[in-house]
């Protein structure tokens, strides 16, 4: 195994993406959550934060349940493209956003319950619709838990390992992260190697979670 910059590029580009996607999908589920009076409230967000205690080898598996070759939903995936989602960018992903979505989630969640409901209530009556309350109301006073929820999550997902070897695999020049790169050099005895990898993702993780800090400082 040799040094490659491939890993981190792939890891910048799959952390990126997982984060785009969860951070849509969070603003929808916790805008539903919190506007809404929904039904079985505690089973949905127990099952938004499953992903935060099942092991990741559960993780992998029943992603590739999900979208493997003999399911419906992979099926339908390779009629469309013409190529399984399984072992590929797309795949990593895929587990990177399921890993990081409860993190956004709960983030943007404790966000938007901070917003005064007086201020909605006041919006409502000068005749807001409920899509401009979002928009132009609670996702702007909810900043900075929003910053902290695209941090945290874009951090996990850098750092996804289990489900990612699991589903996308550890093909060197295709969908090798740094946490698989990291651990092929350990197998193969490159501590040198896998010692780069590991100070490139701990001074980023860093940086990021210096953010964080210095926003929750800001707010202080």
Do not use: C
Not at 110 to 120: A, E, H, P, Y
Not at 171 to 180: A, D, K, L, M
Request: glycine content about 8%; hydrophobic content about 55%; cysteine-free.
């Amino acid at each position: 195994m040799e040094w490659s910059w491939f890993p981190v590029q792939l890891s910048f580009l799959v952390a990126t993406a997982a984060t785009v996607i969860t951070f849509f999908l969070a603003i929808l589920a916790a805008h539903w959550m919190v506007a809404k009076k929904v039904k079985g409230r505690a089973i949905i967000e127990t099952i938004f934060f499953l992903p935060l205690v099942l092991p990741p080898t559960v993780i992998g598996f029943m992603l590739i349940i999900i979208f493997g070759n003999n399911s419906f939903v992979g099926q339908a995936i390779e009629k469309l493209t013409g190529n399984s989602v399984l072992f590929t960018v797309s795949a990593a992903v895929i587990a990177a956003a399921v890993v990081a979505f409860p993190l956004m989630y709960q983030s943007l969640k404790t966000g938007f319950l901070s917003v005064d409901t007086n201020i909605l209530g006041a919006a409502k009556v000068d005749g807001a619709t409920e899509w401009k309350l979002l928009v132009l109301i609670t996702i702007p006073l909810a900043f900075r838990s929003i910053v902290t929820g695209v941090v945290l999550s874009f951090t996990r997902a850098f750092g996804e390992f289990g489900a990612t070897l699991m589903f996308a695999g550890n093909i060197p020049g295709s969908t090798q992260t740094i946490p698989t790169a990291i651990y092929m050099a350990i197998e193969s005895g490159q501590t040198d190697i896998a010692w780069y990898y590991v100070l490139i993702s701990i001074g980023f993780s860093f940086v990021l979670l210096l953010i964080i800090n210095q926003t929750r400082g800001k707010r202080g």
